[in-house]
């Protein structure tokens, strides 16, 4: 049994937490799986890498509205996929041995393999060399993230099938895939196959694709995705068989009756769980809730003293963005406990980088109904802006929701080119309390950009209170 300061379990935005300023403390790191966690090796760096190749071999397809004649010639699948993951598996690699060896880190040692609490503040780890190691700890921190949800459909074990882990991994391409989900993750993978000459079929449970979003939102990705991909909504997956040619074939239920499809490879996109589960939490003591979610507080504590969590296993919105802020507060608060900093959930963005892109941040029109809580809406089209005009875009458009009195913005819901970066001003306006009228009439806004979406969209608000 050896004792530490400080345990850290997962090393996604947990191995971001120890620097120099910890070289004092006695450290351990445990990682299951690949070093680096989810977004690094198979979440949103690869995926973006994967976008941005698809994006260039989507051009062509509607070059010819703007005179353009462009052709696609092919898409060398190896070649794309080992140039992305040329550079993620070295950087993963370069950070496992960085922690396991550098003479930064003497006072850390790695576990590499699945640590399970075995006490309060003891941790078993069951070494992926066969060792077993009892760890115990004065502060801990999990940051374990999450996994993919797997369906329970019958024969699809069976079949065979893959997730967001492993889909960037594919010996070839396939002709057609059929992906199980109405999400992000399916969104940005139909997104990729598609654009590489892929048929592409989603199937969702639901009546519109990425209803999480606000419904305006949700019915124009949908909309545009049904002139795209082959859209069976409200179709729910009961049977996965493999057939003689070896393709698979797959049975659904939908208002109509049964349907079937053939396709040669499924990707399973439903969702992520949190890896709580992986960690015995019971025997130290630690809360978990319905959803399988580490309860926290707002310092990011567990309801044991001195053990935090952050990230995927514990925050409900599953974004790299949060695990970062979280694990900056984890580190201040293990390094100061009698001063201590909270998380800001305040404003909390996302982006889906999908065709056409969607960004987020607030409530959704339909929160802001439900909660009772008083709101004007600006809409601005992008084919009413001039950098519109130029990108021949009519289908995108922002719009944003405010408080008629103060003119606080409490929502904005973009979908359209670049949304992910057009919205960030809004983000910003929102986190320091920035009026929407004087947002839009208090600086300059550079013209032709994109930006004007947001400008106009601002100005749209019918505000009682203007400064």
């Known amino acids: 049994m050896t004792h530490y300061d400080l345990v850290i379990i997962g090393t996604g935005s947990g191995n971001t937490i120890v620097n120099r300023r910890f070289a004092d403390r006695k450290v351990a790191i445990v990682e299951r799986g690949v070093f680096g966690g989810t977004c690094l090796n198979v979440g949103c760096i690869p995926t973006k890498m994967f976008v941005h190749t698809a994006d260039l071999a989507a051009t062509p397809s509607i070059s010819s509205r703007y005179g353009v004649d462009e052709e696609l010639v092919g898409v060398r699948w190896p070649a794309v996929r080992d140039r992305i993951f040329g550079r993620i598996d070295p950087i993963a690699a370069g950070g496992s041995e960085y922690r396991h060896h550098h003479a930064d880190n003497a006072n850390v040692t790695v576990y590499d393999g699945t640590g399970r609490f075995t006490g309060t503040k003891e941790l078993t780890v069951d070494g992926k060399d066969g060792t077993t190691s009892v760890l115990t700890g004065d502060q801990f921190v999990l940051a374990t993230g999450s996994r993919p949800i797997v369906p329970s459909i019958p024969g699809l074990e069976d079949v065979g099938y893959h997730t967001s882990n492993t889909i960037m991994r594919l010996d070839e391409l396939p002709r057609r895939l059929g992906i199980i989900g109405s999400g992000f993750v399916a969104a940005e993978f139909a997104h990729v196959f598609s654009s590489y000459g892929v048929d592409v079929t989603l199937i969702a449970r639901s009546e519109l694709l990425m209803r999480h979003e606000d419904t305006e939102i949700a019915e124009r990705f949908t909309e545009i995705a049904q002139g795209k991909y082959d859209v069976r909504l409200e179709h729910d997956t009961v049977r996965a068989t493999r057939r003689d040619d070896g393709s698979i074939a797959l049975e659904m239920l939908s208002p109509t009756g049964v349907d079937e499809l053939v396709v040669d490879e499924v990707l399973v996109a439903v969702g992520r769980t949190p890896n709580s589960d992986t960690m015995n939490l019971d025997a130290t003591g630690v809360a978990v809730d319905d959803e399988g979610r580490v309860v926290v507080d707002e310092y990011q504590q567990t309801t044991v003293d001195g053990i935090y969590a952050l990230g995927d296993v514990t925050s409900p919105h599953q974004?790299?963005?949060?695990?970062?802020?979280?694990?900056?507060?984890?580190?201040?608060?293990?390094?100061?406990?009698?001063?201590?900093?909270?998380?800001?959930?305040?404003?909390?963005?996302?982006?889906?980088?999908?065709?056409?892109?969607?960004?987020?941040?607030?409530?959704?029109?339909?929160?802001?109904?439900?909660?009772?809580?008083?709101?004007?809406?600006?809409?601005?089209?992008?084919?009413d802006i001039a950098y519109g005009w130029a990108m021949e875009d009519t289908t995108g458009f922002a719009k944003i929701l405010a408080d008629p009195e103060s003119g606080q913005i409490i929502g904005c819901h973009i979908i359209g080119p670049q949304a992910s970066s057009v919205i960030q001003p809004v983000i910003q306006a929102m986190s320091f309390g920035l009026d929407a009228y004087s947002m839009a009439r208090d600086q300059y806004w550079i013209h032709p950009a994109m930006s004007e979406l947001i400008e106009n969209a601002l100005l749209k608000l019918d505000l009682k209170a203007k400064s």
């Open 319 to 383: 974004l790299k963005h949060v695990a970062n802020h979280e694990a900056r507060v984890v580190k201040h608060n293990v390094l100061n406990p009698t001063d201590r900093i909270k998380s800001d959930h305040r404003f909390v963005p996302h982006a889906v980088f999908s065709a056409p892109q969607i960004a987020a941040v607030g409530v959704t029109e339909e929160e802001a109904q439900e909660r009772g809580i008083p709101y004007v809406v600006g809409r601005q089209q992008y084919a």
